[in-house]
């Protein structure tokens, strides 16, 4: 079971209004609640505080928070976006009716929870600001106190606003892209991890830097994307490269096209044509390289080989395992 409770608020009694949370939560409600191909992947509820009669109190969403850990399953995932506080005594999350900084859900609090959840994985996502001092210890404000599965991404550091930008969070329209498959590897899985990575590289040295926090034994695939190659196309690395540094010999049996032949050079051959269909696919993602040659096309008319990059041989040997 994979439930997700997102949380976007707008309207603030004695706040200044926000502008773009609602859409935040909206649209991260959106991307979740399904796979690229349309399956079903998380149970989401959504929750807006957008105009006085729809504000969200401070025990409603303390409510909302502990049931949604209370459960067992597979992941238990909260987002917020919406007015952060941090004072001596940690940081707080602000409801629409909180007076001052101290009457939001303490992070601590949301910590508890978490820490105690039975789900195998708890993952708080936070667009706030000072949000990066999510996951602290109560005792010690500068070390982290996650219990196994707990994983905290924030917008910035503990000292840092979270910017909005034209009606949308900076730090959750990342994250959106990152979910629509600008995380995905190769097999289409969006993991927390590589989430963090593509919003910490699209953000400069400059602008609010996000917060990565975790305590996992292996990162779990929050969505699911279309393969950027055919699954069964990339199981057969491992046997077109059975060994690391291995080098593929190519011939111009492998080109299928006619075109740019020398006199007497051999005609393609339908079995080596398709096995080289497979290896320029290899080519255009990054696993594996022409040797002596600036294009495949120039390795197979010159009996040149290719080999694997890095990346490739990270993929060849997920495969020679069984991993994938």
């Known amino acids: 079971m994979r439930k997700a409770l997102l949380v976007g608020i707008n309207c603030y009694d004695h706040f200044p209004q926000l502008f773009g949370c609602n859409n935040d939560a909206s649209s991260v409600e959106s991307v979740l609640s399904r796979n690229q191909d349309g399956s079903k992947n998380f149970e989401c509820k959504l929750l807006l505080g957008s105009q006085p009669e729809q504000k969200i109190c401070r025990s409603k969403l303390k409510d909302q928070i502990e049931e949604l850990f209370k459960a067992d399953g597979e992941i238990a995932l909260f987002y917020f976006a919406g007015h952060g506080h941090i004072e001596v005594t940690g940081g707080y999350l602000l409801t629409s009716d909180a007076k001052r900084g101290d009457e939001g859900i303490p992070l601590s609090e949301i910590l508890k929870f978490a820490n105690e959840s039975k789900s195998n994985n708890k993952i708080i996502i936070l667009d706030?600001?000072?949000?990066?001092?999510?996951?602290?210890?109560?005792?010690?404000?500068?070390?982290?106190?996650?219990?196994?599965?707990?994983?905290?991404?924030?917008?910035?550091?503990?000292?840092?606003?979270?910017?909005?930008?034209?009606?949308?969070?900076?730090?959750?329209?990342?994250?959106?892209?990152?979910?629509?498959?600008?995380?995905?590897?190769?097999?289409?899985?969006?993991?927390?991890?590589?989430?963090?990575?593509?919003?910490?590289?699209?953000?400069?040295?400059?602008?609010?830097?996000?917060?990565?926090?975790?305590?996992?034994?292996?990162?779990?695939?929050?969505?699911?994307?279309?393969?950027?190659?055919?699954?069964?196309?990339?199981?057969?690395?491992?046997?077109?490269?059975?060994?690391?540094?291995?080098?593929?010999?190519?011939?111009p049996t492998f080109e299928p096209e006619m075109k740019g032949r020398d006199e007497g050079m051999p005609k393609p051959i339908e079995k080596n044509t398709r096995i080289f269909s497979i290896l320029q696919k290899y080519n255009r993602l990054n696993l594996l390289i022409p040797v002596e040659a600036p294009h495949m096309w120039h390795a197979a008319m010159k009996s040149k080989s290719c080999k694997l990059t890095a990346l490739g041989e990270h993929y060849r040997m997920l495969c020679h395992k069984d991993r994938i």
């Open 128 to 251: 706030s600001c000072h949000s990066g001092i999510a996951g602290n210890s109560i005792e010690n404000q500068h070390l982290a106190s996650l219990s196994e599965g707990v994983t905290f991404l924030t917008a910035s550091t503990e000292n840092q606003y979270a910017a909005e930008e034209n009606g949308q969070g900076v730090f959750t329209s990342l994250l959106v892209d990152a979910l629509n498959g600008s995380a995905a590897n190769l097999t289409g899985d969006i993991s927390i991890g590589s989430i963090y990575a593509h919003i910490d590289q699209s953000l400069g040295a400059w602008e609010q830097r996000p917060v990565f926090k975790t305590n996992v034994k292996q990162f779990v695939s929050l969505r699911k994307t279309k393969p950027a190659i055919d699954i069964e196309d990339l199981k057969k690395i491992s046997s077109f490269f059975p060994t690391p540094d291995f080098s593929f010999k190519l011939d």
